[in-house]
């Protein structure tokens, strides 16, 4: 099991950016594959993007794909998600994610830890 903490919401105008960082406890954290995911009112959890363990492999919801970028730090337990060019409907609360599940997942039930979230909201 991994404790996750996310940090970096805020607001911003269209077209802004924000990096979100996840940080992990635990030595074990190069080991998972992590994700991140986000939940608008009334709607139900996204998938966001997710990395694999080295960081050789990503993949991204195509919602955010070439705005968005998901990087992991290894040495630090934390990873990153750089949003780019952010849209008024990319407000959401932003979950980061963790499963040992091999492979990158982008349903929620293929993770087990989540962070409390971090609100994202983009002005128009």
């Known amino acids: 099991q991994v404790q996750l903490v996310e940090s970096g919401g805020g607001l911003v105008q269209s077209e802004g950016s924000l990096r979100l960082s996840c940080a992990a406890s635990?030595?074990?954290?190069?080991?998972?594959?992590m994700a991140w995911f986000r939940q608008a009112p009334g709607k139900e959890r996204e998938f966001v993007a997710a990395i694999g363990w080295s960081s050789s492999v990503t993949y991204y919801a195509d919602s955010v794909k070439d705005r968005f970028t998901i990087s992991r730090d290894n040495a630090k337990n934390t990873v990153y998600l750089q949003m780019n060019s952010l849209k008024p409907e990319d407000t959401a609360v932003y979950y980061c994610?963790?499963?040992?599940?091999?492979?990158?997942?982008?349903?929620?039930?293929?993770?087990?830890?989540w962070g409390q979230g971090t609100q994202v909201t983009v002005s128009s």
């Open positions: 635990g030595r074990t954290f190069s080991t998972y594959s």
């Open positions: 994610a963790a499963t040992k599940v091999l492979g990158l997942r982008s349903t929620p039930h293929s993770y087990n830890d």
